[in-house]
């Protein structure tokens, strides 16, 4: 057995005025934050060129796959699957776009912006066991977007993968447990690792905060896992809320899960 631990984390790009928290001023802070906790595989959302600099230089030890990018009228961005690569191999990855046709980006189901995912298969090198990563970040106006998004993902993965497959995702989903690709995903035999680990959905569990300001609890990142050979055991998870106040490392906190594996 090994411990793998899975990180998801909206980093919120770096084309906006966002003040005393623009990425010039939180980039240490950020990386710091991702090597304190280490983990080995992340997925990230709203990763622009700028961004990826930083952890090209800062993340040595860290690959990325990028897959399709997103957009709308303010530029573009990635939502990349990051992972140490003395820790897992990647033996295939793609992606597409979250469209009616998903070999093209497209605005569909009334999205606000382009929306894809990133996805790859991976070998644990300690002990060969073999997991698909799915990575995405959902559309932030449209409930039927979100459903629809989420409805293509699994659909795609399962004309390509086996039934058997374990398959962790990990996002920015945009909406709370209360929502209905939340009750999708369930029905689908996802599994929240945050409420496994022991968690509750209570006053503290809000994952975007908008660099401290928003009062709405919103847990919206999420790590989901199917597991149906029974492979993974969630040991912990935690939202994560390091933070030099007024600096803060994104406007979401990271949340992350620790398996057993």
Known sequence: MTTLRVMTFNIRGMGRDDGENQWRFRSDLNVETIQKYNPDLIGFQEVEAGNLDTY??????????LGPRTGSHTGYCYSPISWQYNRLVSILNGGFWLSEDPTKPAFSWGTAC????????????????EFIHVNTHLDHVSEKARVEGMRLILKQLAEQQSPDDTILVTGDFNCTPSSEVYGF???????????????????T???????????????IDWIMLRDPSKKFQVRSSEIIRDARPPLYPSDHYPVMTVFEV
Not at 117 to 129: D, K, L, Q, S
Not at 185 to 194: I, L, V
């Open 56 to 65: 090209m230089v800062r993340l040595r030890d860290y690959e990325f796959v």
């Open 114 to 129: 382009y929306r894809s995912m990133a996805w790859t298969r991976f070998r644990i090198a300690e002990n060969g066991t």
């Open 185 to 203: 995903m369930r029905e689908q035999g996802f599994t929240d690792t945050f409420l496994a680990a022991g968690n509750k959905d209570d006053e």
């Open 205 to 219: 569990a809000n994952t975007f905060h908008g660099f401290g300001r928003s009062t709405t609890v919103e847990r």
